[in-house]
């Protein structure tokens, strides 16, 4: 089971910041999770629609410039992030898992991609997740080879039918609904199981008994040494 740092290693440091990022590589993640969302046609990397939880700014997102939001404290000193300033940081040393928290990221998400692969990047570098399951299904439309993460908070009747029906990688689950039902039935379809956010060593046992993939961690070094 593959520990991802949850916006980056927001346990330790300010969430979806480039020393967040960096300290979720270096304590050994595989897999980094960031949040994004469009402004004014770029890519910034946050979590919420407006700036007051994780900065020392108040207000919309969408009332900011980007130069305005490059002011904001992000917490320690720290920015809030384009997407590119990630990936180059990453540089391929971790998959990125990008989640779209919007659905006008998604064709930018998109170009981004593909001017990476095209500089020579694998495109395994990527994986896009989303709660916008018809965003996820216009991207695979547009880029087939692309991984999608199906983001549910909860257990539908149909189970994992509606990430299979996605082409999906994986489908990416709340870890309060889960249960083995799902695991099973999209393991059956060739879908990973990933589990979000589990910060406890408890549940991370358990979920790791019942066969999931994956969780997305606020504390990557110590869900590591747990399983180590
Ligand atoms: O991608 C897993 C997780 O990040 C989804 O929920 O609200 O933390 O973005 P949230
Ligand atoms: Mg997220």
Same mark, same amino acid.
């Given at each position: 089971?593959?520990?991802?740092?949850?916006?980056?290693?927001?346990?330790?440091?300010?969430?979806?910041?480039?020393?967040?990022?960096?300290?979720?590589?270096?304590?050994?993640?595989?897999?980094?999770?960031?949040?994004?969302?469009?402004?004014?046609?770029?890519?910034?990397?946050?979590?919420?629609?407006?700036?007051?939880?994780?900065?020392?700014?108040?207000?919309?997102?969408?009332?900011?410039?980007?130069?305005?939001?490059?002011?904001?404290?992000?917490?320690?000193?720290?920015?809030?992030?384009?997407?590119?300033?990630?990936?180059?940081?990453?540089?391929?040393?971790?998959? /990125?898992?990008?989640?779209?928290?919007?659905?006008? *990221? !998604?064709?930018?998400? #998109? $170009? @981004?991609?593909?001017?990476? %692969?095209?500089?020579?990047?694998?495109?395994?570098?990527?994986?896009?997740?989303?709660?916008?399951?018809?965003?996820?299904?216009?991207?695979?439309?547009?880029?087939?080879?692309?991984?999608?993460?199906?983001?549910?908070?909860?257990?539908?009747?149909?189970?994992?039918?509606?990430?299979?029906?996605?082409?999906?990688?994986?489908?990416?689950?709340?870890?309060?609904?889960?249960?083995?039902?799902?695991?099973?039935?999209?393991?059956?379809?060739? /879908?990973?199981?990933?589990?979000?956010?589990?910060? *406890? !060593?408890?549940?991370? #046992? $358990? @979920?790791?008994?019942?066969? %999931?993939?994956?969780?997305?961690?606020?504390?990557?070094?110590?869900?590591?040494?747990?399983?180590?």
């Amino acid at each position: 089971m593959i520990c991802i740092g949850h916006r980056g290693a927001r346990g330790y440091a300010p969430e979806n910041t480039l020393v967040s990022i960096e300290l979720a590589i270096t304590q050994g993640a595989p897999w980094v999770e960031i949040d994004v969302r469009e402004l004014r046609g770029e890519l910034v990397v946050i979590h919420d629609e407006t700036v007051d939880r994780t900065t020392d700014g108040t207000g919309l997102l969408s009332q900011f410039s980007i130069a305005q939001l490059q002011q904001l404290d992000a917490g320690k000193g720290q920015q809030i992030p384009l997407l590119t300033q990630v990936v180059d940081l990453i540089d391929q040393r971790a998959v /990125l898992n990008i989640e779209l928290k919007d659905s006008a *990221s !998604a064709p930018l998400v #998109l $170009a @981004l991609i593909e001017d990476y %692969v095209n500089r020579g990047w694998s495109l395994d570098n990527f994986i896009v997740s989303s709660f916008f399951h018809h965003d996820l299904h216009w991207l695979k439309q547009q880029y087939p080879a692309l991984r999608i993460g199906v983001l549910s908070a909860g257990v539908g009747m149909s189970y994992a039918v509606f990430a299979q029906e996605l082409s999906a990688y994986s489908i990416n689950l709340c870890g309060e609904s889960i249960n083995q039902q799902i695991i099973d039935d999209a393991h059956q379809r060739q /879908l990973k199981v990933m589990v979000y956010t589990v910060n *406890s !060593a408890s549940q991370c #046992l $358990a @979920l790791q008994a019942m066969g %999931v993939d994956g969780i997305f961690t606020d504390f990557p070094s110590d869900m590591i040494n747990l399983l180590a």
